[in-house]
Structures are given as structure tokens and as C-alpha cells.
């Protein structure tokens, strides 16, 4: 790969000819001579750029132009805004202490998704979270998390609400005793398939949930087909409208619905148009995760169709937030002045250091995708972390050790993408997914795209 490819990203999507400047994040939207003049700076000189730009322009460009337009890239880059060469290398987990759990809280369901990674639900285990260990692992938090004041929980299962009185239990434990004593601030996240969303469960998420994650996949039909009841029946019609009422209590605020597109939904853009449709403004639509012989897998036959999908939503993102019916979607959500640190651009999500996940049986592992492989066992919340090999393969994981990220455009971005789908589909936590990199890909340019139209609107 060449050293052009690796401090520059330049691509064309919607009549825009966007340049990336990869280190710096700087954008910039240029014209068609600029756009190929960019292409060229770092392997041709001057002299050689003006032959070829004056060969595909004619006297549609001047020596003088050429000139200008050469001019103002140097300028940029002097001002470490175009082939910036800063290195973030190092850069991991300078603070390794933990920072958030993911309780599974239950390790059963009341639905069977016919996608679900975790056996239906029940992790090839099953059972229910005591309030005992959940606050063994409140208590553990507290204790491995160093300095840190701002700690996350997520109430993860299996479905939570089948344990809704320890979910209650901690949260009582948390703010009546944990915060007044450690000082610490716990924010707390619920996932939940809806089915038992009811008057309390909405007054309760509304009063202690920083956040609410409802799963749908968008259309009745669509959704009906993999997220079925316990009867074989579909959920659409018995989730939607308690979805609706728990989203209107939080004022449309602080909730995503999170999706999932398969194989045999590859025009899965019909279904956030639906969720926008029926009043959700919040929304994410995530691949499937899915061994390869899976009639719901994505395969890379799958790309062309789905790279079209996502610069059909990009556009009709742009369109509707024009006629006032604007909506967010999880992986379009760009952030070029206030993004991640440098920390989180290099190592990710934190998975096996700052983020860990419990099991019902109080059991230690990197997250929730790899519950139940016993490599990845870590320990448990009360002899804490016992495999620090395992630990340290984790916080050793970022974007510089991970060949196919260091030269990357997309890496100050992806942050070496998930490290379970990389384990899943390769054998290795460092070792990319290449069709989730490819994905990632093309939703980030999507991204950029839209900031790009909205900034010259």
C-alpha cells in the first residue's frame, strides 16, 4: 500500500469529491482539478502534475490555476490539515482500570430470534442473575475503577425485564448506598425485545435509564420472520406500541431501536424508512452477526447491494432532514469537532479492560459475544480478573497491532472494528473481520458525505 494511501482517503459519492485527511480528521470538499491534483501530490511533482491536469482539461485550465490550486495544498498540509503525518502509536490504554459491566442479568428469553448469537438467549446455559452477584459486580466495578468517576452499566440478557426485581434492586443498591459512599456517578442502559414493557417499566427506565435499547427489525413482515414469540408467532404487533408509549414518556430522547438485517432483508433501508415512518427517531440497523453457513449470513456476493442501500439511506437522510423529518441513524453519527479521544480512537471500545461482562453466575468475560467459550473465562466477581493473559491480549489489541488496521484510512474511525466478530470469522482477536471492515468502510464515507452536504447547503 502506498504511503499516499495511508495519509489520504479520497473518494467520490453523490457529485461530492471528498478528500480525508486520515491523522488530522480534516475534510475537504474539492473540485474535479484539486480532487486529481490531491491524487497525485505526493507521487509526481509539479511539473508533471501540470502535463497531466492540462491533458485531461485543456484550455479548460491555465499553467496559473495549476499554480494556485498546487499552492493551496501545500498550505494545507504546512497547517496539518492535508497528508498530516502525526502518529497516535502508544496511544492504548494508558488507564487500563474498568469502566463499565454488562450484567446479564438473565440467561433466558421470552423470545426466540432465529439469528440470536446466544442460543436463544440462553448462553447454551440459562438462569437468572441473583441480586447477590449482581452486587458482587457492582462492588467490583467500584473497586477496579481506579480514578475513574463516571462508571456504565448495561442490563443485557437473554431479555433483562425477566429480571426486572434485581434490575430495580441494583439501582436502588447504586444510588442509596454505591454513589453516596464511592463518590462515583453510574449511568445504566437497558436492552430489551418489549415484551414486558409496562406502565412501572416505563416509569422506572424513564427515572433511572440514561438509555433505552428497544430491538425491532423495521417492517411487520420483515420483523416477523426471525424475531418470533415462544408460539412461532411474530413480536411486531405486541412490541410497537409499548415501544411507542416508553419512547414517548422519554420525550424521544434517550433510546435507540436497534435492528438487524440478514440476508434475506438486503433492502433492510426499507425498514429504517418504516421505524422513521411510524414515529421512531432514533435508530441503528446493524449487520448480522452469523456463522457463514447461516441462511442469514452476509457474504462479501452481498456488497455491491449493500453499499447501495447505505448511500440510498445517506440520501434520503439528506432529503428528509431538508423537509423537517429528520432522523438519526447510529452509524451516521459523526461527531468532527467533539469525537472520541485519541485513547478510544486507537484501542476501541475498552472490550476485556474497561468494558467487561457478568454472567448469572458471576463470571468474568471480555463482553457478552464471548460468554460461554471458557478461553476467554477471565475470572469472577469475587476472586476478580485470574487470567491476566487472557486480560492483556485484549489491551494489547488496537489499531498499530493489528496488521490490516495500521495502514487503514478508516482506522482513526474503526478502532480495529469488534474483536469478537474478528475471533468468530478468524480464529483471532487481531485479525480483521474483512466484511464488517468493508462495511464499516462505506458507512463511514456515507457519514462524511452528509456532513459534507450539510455544511454546503
Known sequence: MSHLQKRVHCYKL????????????????????????IGMYESENLELIKQKIK????RGISDSEISEIFNDIEELKSNGKLFSSNSFEGAGFSDSSLKALCLNVAHICNMKCGYCFADKGEYDGGGLMSFETAKG????????????KNLDVDFFGGEPLLNFETVKAVVKYVRESVEPESGKSF???????GLLIDDEVIEFTRRE?????LSLDGRAEVNDATRKLLDGSGSYSAVVPKFKELVNARNSRGYYIRGTFTAKNLDFVKDILHLADIGFSELSMEP????????????ESDLAKIFEQYELLANEMIKRKKQGREFSFYHYMLDL????CVHKRVAGCGVGAEYLCVTPAGELYPCHQFVGDSQFLLGDVWAGLTDKKCGDSFKENNIYTTPECRDCWARMYCSGGCAANNYNSTGSINIVYQLGCELFKKRLECAI?????????
Open 209 to 213: 435509564m440514561h438509555n433505552v435499547v
Open 137 to 148: 459486580a457492582i462492588d467490583f466495578l467500584v473497586t477496579n475503577s481506579g480514578s475513574r
Open 449 to 457: 458525505m452528509i456532513k459534507v452536504a450539510e455544511a454546503l447547503v
Open 337 to 340: 469537532e467533539k469525537g472520541p
Open 55 to 58: 491533458q485531461k482539461y485543456g
Open 187 to 193: 449511568r445504566f442502559t437497558l436492552t430489551t425485545n
Open 288 to 299: 448480522v452477526v452469523a456463522k457463514h453457513d447461516s441462511p442469514y449470513a452476509l457474504h
Open 14 to 37: 453523490a457529485d461530492y469529491n471528498i478528500v480525508l485527511d486520515i491523522e488530522s480528521g480534516s475534510i475537504h470538499s474539492v473540485d474535479d482539478v484539486a480532487f486529481d491534483m
